[in-house]
């Protein structure tokens, strides 16, 4: 166990690090970084610089390799160091810098080009009062007067055009600045590990912290050819991280872990029950925050592509065909073998896990009382083992976006029930029945009777499957009777008051639906919603 105490009265240096690998939690992430240098012998601090300033101390681990011994670590945030200042930021603001000049020095030229109109302008005035100049003399100086005046106006035009790039440039540059000092903070963490060696040695440090400002989310792409095809489902994760650190070619790891959630197992206390009191109490609840710990990162895995011969035609390969994915105890890693960016930025970047295909059916269904269209629905299963998290889902069809969705794994059952989007070429109509709907008074009661026809009609070439979907009101009240006098042969809920038709129709078959249903209530009231 490291022990953790002031370091300030160590020798300290400066020393810088390399990340190696990430894991990254559905919120947070775990940074590994390595440290190489070298030591004279004694007691020396090595300050590992330049680290996000969302570092959380209470995470940091430091091993070791070499002949040395860690005596112990500690944490600092370095809110003054010009090291801190991130190079993106630097380069943005040089380049702002070198525009500005180039700015300046194009409204110099403006300004020489105006005090020679100027001049020129004024001896035009002198020679003019020169009564002894010839008519050749004043014709050639009015050609010359007219022909620089002329060339001063369109030079004057193309600096004005430069200005006004270079100040689009300039605001461009200047929202990118401010994007990056709204990403970044000045201020950067500092591990202080001190060491202590006998003789001058090479030290090799392995370094792990979490940070926050960090995480991945799952993004579904799932696409179908046709009705007689899987579905190809690719998982997808939008991994974001705005901590300061670059995470240039590292080695990324995506964990289902939540650290947020804790892992302490909550505890039952005694459940007291008193008599009601109506005396004004004070409650105070203490919550204790839990230390959490991430779990281990993963091995890397690596395969070597095989050669191909010049006549072999191969698929294009996608970063899913390098993701293993590892099931510890309690997650789900996946390990991605090929090196990733992510920068720390507000956008987020879009990594490939893994793509599965998946069985699927497929079937119509229309609610023609809401929308006269048919919606394409896939049923897809074997969907469990695909370890799939909750998240977005964009649709395609035939080649086609067609709309996005939401998977929630923890809400469905056996089968994931996916709209493709609406097809035009199953026809329906839905048109209230008018010789069958009537409106009589009875006493002090008014009956109102309603009679509806849907017809269907498959203009496709190919037999599909069709689920038609309406309803009966249902009463809430005693004085308001409902009377079901035909569902045409629909399935009902009587507690929803929902008819459900499962058809199956030929290529330019047409059926038609039909029901009614009855409802008496006091002639001198409003029913509402009928």
Not at 141 to 148: G, I, K, T, V
Not at 285 to 291: C, L, R
Not at 395 to 424: A, C, H, Q, W, Y
């Amino acid at each position: 166990m490291l022990l953790t105490f002031t370091l300030s009265a160590q020798t300290e240096k400066p020393t810088e690090s390399k990340i190696n690998s990430v894991t990254v939690f559905l919120s947070k992430a775990q940074v590994n970084r390595s440290v190489k240098t070298k030591v004279e012998a004694g007691r020396t601090t090595l300050v590992i610089t330049g680290l996000s300033p969302q570092l959380d101390p209470q995470s940091i681990q430091v091993g070791g390799k070499g002949k040395f011994t860690i005596m112990g670590t500690g944490h600092r945030i370095n809110y003054l160091n010009e090291f801190n200042k991130p190079k993106k930021l630097a380069v943005l603001q040089d380049s702002l810098e070198l525009i500005q000049k180039a700015i300046v020095h194009e409204g110099s030229q403006k300004e020489v080009l105006n005090r020679e109109e100027q001049m020129i302008l004024a001896n035009q005035k002198i020679s003019g009062t020169n009564q002894n100049l010839t008519v050749v003399e004043l014709k050639a100086m009015a050609d010359f007067f007219r022909s620089r005046l002329g060339e001063l106006t369109s030079s004057k035009i193309k600096v004005d055009e430069r200005i006004k790039l270079l100040n689009e440039k300039s605001s461009k540059i200047q929202r990118q600045i401010t994007e990056q000092r709204d990403v970044y903070n000045r201020n950067t963490s500092e591990i202080l590990v001190t060491v202590q060696a006998e003789i001058a040695t090479s030290v090799d440090l392995d370094l792990n912290y979490v940070v926050a400002n960090a995480g991945w989310a799952p993004v579904y792409d799932l696409r179908a050819v046709d009705t007689k095809s899987p579905i190809q489902l690719a998982y997808k994760a939008s991994v974001f991280q705005s901590t300061g650190e670059e995470w240039q070619n590292v080695h990324l790891i995506l964990s289902t872990a939540n650290p947020n959630l804790g892992g302490l197992k909550p505890e039952l206390t005694a459940w007291y029950l008193e008599f009601y009191q109506p005396i004004a109490r004070k409650y105070k609840a203490e919550y204790g925050e839990s230390m959490k710990k991430s779990a281990p990162a993963a091995m890397r895995s690596e395969s070597a592509p095989r050669e191909l011969a010049d006549e072999d035609v191969v698929e294009a390969e996608s970063l899913s065909d390098y993701v293993s994915t590892v099931e510890t105890s309690l997650n789900v890693e996946f390990d991605i073998s090929i090196p990733q960016n992510v920068l720390s930025s507000a956008k987020p970047t879009v990594v490939d896990v893994k793509s599965s295909s998946v069985n699927a059916s497929y079937e119509y269904a229309v609610a023609p009382k809401l929308d006269l269209d048919a919606f394409l629905l896939a049923k897809v299963t074997g969907w469990e083992d695909l370890n799939l998290l909750p998240g977005d889902a964009n649709i395609f069809f035939e080649g086609t976006f067609v709309g996005k969705t939401f998977i929630d794994p923890n809400s469905i059952r056996d089968t994931l029930s996916v709209s493709m989007g609406r097809d035009k070429r199953i026809v329906v109509k839905r048109e209230r029945v008018k010789g069958l709907s009537t409106r009589n008074v009875i006493g002090a009661n008014e009956k109102q009777a309603s009679a509806w026809e849907i017809t269907v009609r498959n203009t496709k070439s190919d037999p599909v499957k069709i689920i038609v979907e309406d309803q009966i009101p249902v009463s809430q009240n005693n004085q308001i009777e409902v009377t079901v006098v035909d569902v045409g042969g629909a399935r009902q809920d009587t507690y929803s008051g929902k008819l459900t038709w499962k058809l199956n129709l030929k290529p330019a078959e047409s059926k038609k639906l039909s029901y009614k249903f009855e409802v008496k209530y006091p002639k001198d009231r409003r029913v509402n919603g009928l």
